[in-house]
Nanobody, 127 residues
Framework: QVQLVESGGGLVQAGDSLRLSCTAS????????GGWFRQAPGKEREFVAG????????AYAESSLGRFTIFRDNAKNTVYLQMNSLKPEDTAAYYC????????????????????WGQGTQVTVSL
């Protein structure tokens, strides 16, 4: 079992940066692939970025590419999402997710793949 807790959200202006953190409890974190998703009011949850359990492989949504970076520190049981050049359309609740996998290089972009979810952290970007 893995419990996930996000932090780092807040209210920022367009062009600013934020770093989200997702800290996991449980001893199996290093065997999980991770992902960040977001959901804006009235919209479906969408993939933002994913990372393999080894941290060597990453994937990004087109809207995130070039602005967001996902990385992890398995010694700290934490996955991060560095968000730069934020835009108002990035406003959403951001959720981290994890799934246990046997494959060290696999990354997953479908929400249904993930077994564990955090409670979400709000990111609001104003003009």
């Amino acid at each position: 079992q893995v419990q996930l807790v996000e932090s780092g959200g807040g209210l920022v202006q367009a062009g600013d940066s934020l770093r989200l953190s997702c800290t996991a409890s449980g001893s199996t974190f290093s065997r999980t692939a991770g992902g960040w998703f977001r959901q804006a009011p009235g919209k479906e949850r969408e993939f933002v970025a994913g990372i393999s359990r080894s941290g060597e492989t990453t994937a990004y949504a087109e809207s995130s590419l070039g602005r967001f970076t996902i990385f992890r520190d398995n010694a700290k049981n934490t996955v991060y999402l560095q968000m730069n050049s934020l835009k108002p359309e990035d406003t959403a609740a951001y959720y981290c997710a994890a799934v246990t996998t046997l494959f060290s290089s696999s990354v997953y972009d479908k929400a249904a793949t993930y077994a564990y979810w955090g409670q979400g952290t709000q990111v609001t970007v104003s003009l």
